[in-house]
């Protein structure tokens, strides 16, 4: 599975940004899948993740209310709808799909990453 995420950007504080994340195969039942974050000189942490059946889905306290995911299977896609940015939004964000059969919030436990685009908030 191949993994294209765009749609990152320079944004000011309080605008918001939609990420994309384009897959090679379908995925809508046969990957949960997920976005991570990474800013300058500090671990990946998880963001977001939505189910491979029941589109539920699962999200990091720090964007909680303000991020949501979703999923287009029609077009293997998933999205990350991000309001309300706040400058500590700002990293490289890494669209991921794993094979559990569960939502995860570990990286370690998705098999395939996309390239990742780059999210700059301004204050």
């Known amino acids: 599975v191949q993994l294209q995420a765009c749609g990152g950007g320079l944004v000011q504080a309080g605008g918001c940004l939609r990420l994309?994340?384009?897959?090679?195969?379908?995925?809508?039942?046969?990957?949960?899948m997920g976005w991570f974050r990474q800013a300058p000189g500090k671990e990946r942490e998880f963001v977001a993740a939505?189910?491979?059946?029941?589109?539920?889905?699962v999200y990091a306290d720090s964007v909680k209310g303000r991020f949501t995911i979703s999923r287009d299977s029609a077009k293997n896609t998933v999205y990350l709808q991000m309001n309300s940015l706040k400058p500590e939004d700002t990293a490289v964000y890494y669209c991921?799909?794993?094979?559990?059969?569960?939502?995860?919030?570990?990286?370690?436990?998705?098999?395939?990453w996309g390239q990742g685009t780059q999210v700059t908030v301004s204050s």
């Open positions: 994309s994340c384009a897959a090679s195969a379908r995925t809508s039942n046969s990957y949960v």
């Open positions: 991921a799909a794993s094979t559990w059969p569960i939502v995860v919030v570990k990286s370690d436990r998705y098999d395939y």
């Open positions: 939505i189910t491979r059946s029941d589109g539920s889905t």
